[in-house]
């Protein structure tokens, strides 16, 4: 017997001991956690299925099996702590995830007020927004897991999405300028806090094919689908 075939059963065992630490490593590695704070938009209102078709749904399966998105949208949400439902009550939820990565996209609920959507009071509080995003910030930016975080211009108020009621149009009429105030002052607490931004209005406005019959604000699910593509390349670092 030459000095191969003597080694041999120790090499095979060997290369089946390499395969197998490889193995248990790629099972262990830890994935890239993804938190989606945000409203209802974040949720997947208006979908039949939003654990499959909501944008981190989607988010999900264009960053593949390395990557872990949990959805922290709650319907109603507003960025402003004076806001009810507000993200503030997110927190120890969030916190407990400790995430790698953030991405907020807040601001469509803190239109409402001064008339519209009812007796919701938030424009009222609109002086406070970029202070409350600043501190909302500075606590996430805490985290053990020093997330990078991510700020989103919420997507669009569409008005020539078919189906629109008379009084659904005046309210969006009224809201979409506010949104474009509050799209100016996140951009302007980004640059100050040095995270990143995702615009996710501009790309999407007038395209009502992307948005909910006689809703306007919330997506269908090519729009939800849409998001997760803006927020995956932003995330990627592809374009």
């Known amino acids: 017997m030459n000095r191969i075939e003597t080694y041999f059963p120790t090499i095979i065992l060997c290369s089946l001991l390499l395969l197998l630490l490889f193995a248990f490593r790629d099972v262990t590695k830890e994935k890239i956690k993804v938190a989606s704070i945000g409203d ?12 499959s078709d909501s944008y981190p749904a989607h988010l999900q399966k ?11 949208g709650v319907g109603g949400c507003t960025l402003i702590r004076k806001g009810i439902p507000t993200v503030w009550n997110e927190l120890p939820k969030i916190k407990a995830a400790n995430p790698d990565i953030i991405v907020i996209s807040l601001g469509t609920n803190d239109t409402c007020g001064y008339g519209t959507c009812g007796d919701r009071k938030c424009w009222e509080y609109k002086d406070e927004f970029e202070k409350d995003y600043r501190d909302l910030i500075d606590e996430l930016s805490q985290l053990p897991s020093d997330p990078q975080i991510f700020l989103c211009a919420p997507s669009p108020m569409v008005l020539e999405t078919p189906g629109l009621d008379a009084e659904r149009i005046a ?5 979409k300028p506010r949104l474009q105030e509050l799209i100016s002052m996140t951009k302007k607490v980004a ?3 040095n995270v990143s931004f995702i615009d996710l209005n501009e790309p999407l406005d007038h395209r009502p094919e992307l948005f909910t019959l006689s809703d306007g604000v919330h997506p269908n699910k090519e729009g ?8 995956a390349m932003k995330l990627t670092g592809h374009k």
Request: proline letters at 3%; aromatic letters at 10%; glycine letters at 8%.
């Open 224 to 231: 939800y689908e849409a998001i997760a593509k803006l927020v």
């Open 40 to 51: 209802s938009i974040t949720y997947g209102a208006r979908l039949d299925n939003p654990d």
């Open 191 to 193: 640059m100050e806090k």
């Open 62 to 72: 264009l960053l593949g099996d390395d990557y872990a998105v949990e959805n922290f």
């Open 171 to 175: 309210g969006l009429k009224v809201r």
